[in-house]
């Protein structure tokens, strides 16, 4: 799908039906992107690199002076888990601006403020990737809520559905560190190459994307050990829990075999003592209580039971 927007007298981006000043490409075919690639005269695998779901990121300046930053941003996987994928950011040699991913985004930050008819462009690639990067920071809120509801309700578990949950978390994290780590060179790359153009004032915002994708990467790193330690923490909660309910029915069968073994004694079919006694039975059944209150007592004082 291609969407093409034009600046507006009022300085919004209104939708036209011509590539002008703001390309949105969102899920391709090879088809549409050679005729996105055609049009402005830049490399077709600019806007390829994102049907590659593991397409490293990269900063690129072609002979014609158009401009790619291909990035990493998170989004929902087909496998129901959180993953990250390229997007490519152009800007081109008539001041055009490219933006092509695979998985929609909530653009209404890109879509809803003014630009200025000359620093536009600027304006609009700082917008488009503090907003790719803020998906981050989203997620890892989500992850940092979600790892505290584990942490409360996993005192008493013996199920497996929180750690599953657990390594899901700790997945998506570990795609968000290889990514973030890629973003980091790349955007570091990218600044020093505006440094040297004399576009140290785009490059200042650049820096600021550059810090917020740092916080993101720090934290990120700082989940992923949290993670790791409650994971073992977890197993071994599981494990003592469960050996506390074996302990527990070992010791009630235990306890309960001793009324059988006495009241299969007396079921016997042969003589034994007190058997012509009418209180006979109350009797045996005093002393099967007895001796299993006393073993019961001794289990206890022991933390057997």
Known sequence: MIKNYELSEEKKLISTGEMKNFTYVLNPTREEIGNVSEYFDFP??????????????????????NNLILLQYPAQSNYDEIATFPYSLIWTKNESVVLALNHEIDNTPIFGRNYDFKRYKHQLIFQIMYQMTHIFHDYLKDFRMRRRKLEVGIKNSTKNDQIVDLIAIQASLIYFEDALSNNREVLVKFIDYLREEDEDGFADKIYDIYVEMDQAYTETKIQLKLLENLRDLFSNIVSNNLNIVMKIMTSATFVL??????????????????????????????????????VVWLLRKKDMI
């Not at 077709?44 to 002076?65: H, K, P, Q, S, V």
């Not at 001793?258 to 045996?284: C, D, E, K, R, S």
Request: glycine content about 14%; charged content about 15%; hydrophobic content about 45%.
């Open 44 to 65: 077709f695998d600019y806007l390829g690199g994102i049907l590659d779901d593991y397409e490293n990121a990269r900063f690129e300046t072609d002979e014609n002076d």
């Open 257 to 294: 075999g001793i009324p059988a073994a006495i009241f299969g004694f007396y079921g016997i079919n042969v003589p034994i003592p007190g058997q012509t006694l009418h209180w006979m039975v109350w009797g045996i059944l005093l002393f099967t209580l007895t001796i299993s209150g006393i």
